[in-house]
């Protein structure tokens, strides 16, 4: 029986109120998260929101506290499951003194019917490297190879936590690529960043996660306008205070004489400061970047009872 | 219809007998490559009981009392070099796959945990197997040690299965701590364990006390039947030691499995 095969859309992998604690400190309080096939899904937060452990807990690593937890249906903690996914985690040495191709070579001897060494090796960018020792390798090119037993075993979903921490800009692009090029293929990702630009420009849901709580889900423009859309910046000797009173206004900062005003309703607000400061100037008008999203959704969430931060 | 039988196979594949037998095949070799290729590890722990034989029994040859000490130490250091293996190989290996996150990533792949162990005991049986075989060569050839053929067999036999509680040892070693810790963990319980069972020097020469105290130790238990085989001593009361071998096993397999469990 399986559910994914009759309805595509449905998800393949899922969090249900799940909970997690370490002693004192909750990660996840009562998570719900759906994966649907084929799909790039980014879990975006900052460090310590819980996606780490949302992640854990998908792959198998611990159970949870509470609630489900399912990948196709079934424990990801069973191996039959197991071989289905790939997992690129956050911290995971390989062997020092193992060469590439032989550490690609193990991992894909764990799967029933594996990627071939070579073309996992060519995949990953780092063919001409199989001949080298983990230990020889730059950062950038150890993620890789990482990434390369994540994907040696032709998985149908891969969980790829944090890829990007501290590569270049041109190793971060680059890894992108291979990203988009794998999920042509049909291959479901799931990944978590703290990079707003790497969910921006890879998924096509975010599910933006602090303190082990789902904040927003969206498509990366539909967290934009979620938090509310846009930032008038002008020069104006308007009351910071009275502007702050205008419905939908969401904030204003003076900075000498600019004026920077966060609201709901651009056109509305250009009219009103304009008929209050004819001799307004210089005014601008942009929509919220994601990064403006973020900060202002992990904003309104700290407003509620905080939890501890997890690791 | 879905994506994986539209890929050509269905959605969970079994893994054929031949493929399990490759997986535990390519685990176990790649461990001893991973090994082989730490000559700072592997070298003194292979050739330190040879190299301690050939100084305490080969250039000091002689008795202790009743004991022919090439003879004793054959066995004894014989006892001293599997167990290096078993703790360091299990123990310091475990902790340091352990801190590195090698462990938790072999735990989310879909390897049989078994194959991590089963590999870990073949290297550290291995690697036993090479000390025995070059304090054999010391022993027969330097120290007119005489045996005959179907008892050396039994020794190396002994020796690789003593291995065993030594590895539960070191298993449960590793997950208590993490890295270098276990380093220090393992020198700590080695070296005076070896001294306090008579690996290096007879029972005897040590205070009552510290003679009656030598039940508490595997290698003691192990070093009996080793020297009973090779005719050291006599009247070994060979069940005991093998219960109490086995029962140490069973301890330390549980503590470690409850603490890999726990976590």
Known sequence: MRSDAIHPSAPIARLSAAHKRY???????????????GELLALLGPNGAGKSTALGLLTGRFGADAGTVSVFGADPRDAATRRRFGVMQQEAKLPETMKVRELV?????????????????????????AQRRYAALSGGQQRRVQFAVAICGAPELLFVDEPTTGLDVDARRGFWQVLRGLREQGLSIVLTTHYLEEADALAERVVLIDHGRVLAEDTPAGIKARASGSRIRCSSALDVASIA?????????????????????????????LAADPSLSGLEVSALSLEDAFIELTRSADTATPIGEAA | MNTAAALGRPASLPMSAAATLRLYALECGYEVLKMARMPAFVVPTLAFPVVFYL?????????????????????????????????????????????????????VSPMPIAA????????????????????????????????????????????????????????????????????????????????????????????????????????????????????????????????????????????????????
């Open chain 1, 105 to 129: 070579n193990l991992f894909a001897s764990y799967y029933p019917a594996p990627r071939g060494v070579d073309e996992t090796l060519s995949l990953a960018g780092i063919g001409d490297l």
């Open chain 2, 116 to 263: 991590y162990f089963v590999a870990k005991i073949v290297m550290s049986l291995l690697s036993g197997l090479c000390v025995v075989l070059l304090l054999s060569a010391a022993a027969f050839g330097l120290g007119g040690v005489s045996m005959a053929f179907g008892d050396w067999l039994l020794l190396v036999g002994a020796l690789l299965l003593g291995a065993l509680p030594f590895c539960a040892l070191g298993l449960f070693i590793g997950s208590l701590v993490k890295g270098q810790a276990a380093v220090a963990i393992v020198n700590l319980v080695y070296l005076p364990m070896s001294v306090l069972s008579g690996l290096w020097v007879p029972m005897f020469a040590f205070p009552a006390i510290v003679q009656k105290l030598a039940v508490i130790w595997p290698a003691w238990h192990l070093a009996q039947l080793a020297l009973g085989i090779n005719g050291q001593i006599e009247g070994v009361n060979v069940l005991l030691h093998v219960a109490v071998l086995l029962g140490f096993t069973v301890f330390f397999l549980s503590l470690a499995a409850l603490r890999l469990r726990g976590r």
């Open chain 1, 23 to 37: 002693g004192a400190i909750t990660a996840l309080a009562g998570i719900d998260l759906d994966i649907r096939r």
């Open chain 2, 55 to 107: 100084m305490f029994a080969v250039m000091i040859p002689g008795q202790w009392g009743s004991f022919q000490k090439a003879a004793y130490l054959f066995a004894t250091y014989g006892v001293f070099g599997i167990i290096g293996p078993a703790l360091f190989g299990f123990g310091v290996g475990l902790a340091m796959e352990r801190e590195s996150g090698l462990l938790e990533l072999k735990r």
């Open chain 1, 245 to 273: 009173r205008w419905a939908g206004v969401h904030s204003v900062q003076r900075d000498g004489s600019r004026l920077s005003i966060r609201g709901a309703d651009s056109d509305a607000l250009v009219r009103q400061l």
